[in-house]
């Protein structure tokens, strides 16, 4: 016995599927503006990380990951005789000297009671320090666009060196500035 021609069953999916140029037209258009948007919203949105410090009794920083490199505990730097007042030394990383800075006294912040300080091993303007800090707190994002503008610190830090705030408390450090002006200073003192 032969099977009877029984109608496919239509599957009511097909139906809502475009069919003219028409149609194609006007989906590609909303997936491509859609796509758009989300790309857009995307680049809003890169966010990039950064460790957290502490410096003196209340003072919050940040350094871009893309800046820091190490962070070191249990070292003391060499102190080196008549160096400016924010070198606090040099230390030995992996057979290389590489001066440490105290952005305490460059910063004119009051030292910290307490603490886990460490060095912070930093880079920009083409030269690798350390850095001196009173406790790593950890480590956040941050939106680069998202950045508050930092306040006047009455001449103490100079504007060029912050980059913005985090959330209005965290000040996020330009190395890059801040090794170029110390670069300059020490070439004049030479």
Not at 102 to 126: C, K, M, T, V, W
Not at 129 to 135: A, N, P, Q, R, T
Not at 140 to 168: C, F, M, N, W
């Amino acid at each position: 016995m032969k099977p009877k021609n029984r109608p496919t069953p239509r599957n009511p999916l097909i139906d809502l599927l475009p069919h003219s140029k028409e149609e194609l037209s006007v989906l590609r258009k909303r997936a491509e503006r859609i796509a758009g948007q989300v790309i857009a919203n995307l680049q809003k949105t890169s966010e990039a990380a950064y460790i957290c410090f502490r410096l003196g009794p209340r003072e919050q920083y940040g350094l871009p990951y893309s800046q820091a490199k190490e962070v070191m505990h249990t070292l003391t730097p060499t102190p080196l005789p008549h160096a400016p007042e924010f070198i606090a030394g040099v230390i030995n990383r992996r057979g290389a000297l590489l001066a440490v800075l105290d952005l305490r006294r460059l910063f004119h912040l009051q030292a910290a009671e307490n603490g886990n300080p460490a060095i912070l091993i930093a880079s920009g303007n083409q030269m690798t320090v350390g850095v001196m800090v009173d406790s790593i707190e950890g480590s956040r994002t941050y939106d680069p666009v998202a950045l508050d503008v930092p306040l006047p610190s009455e001449g103490l830090i100079k504007p060029e060196y912050i980059l913005g705030l985090h959330q209005a408390r965290t000040a996020l450090l330009n190395m890059d500035a801040i090794l170029s002006d110390l670069q300059s200073q020490l070439r004049n003192l030479a």
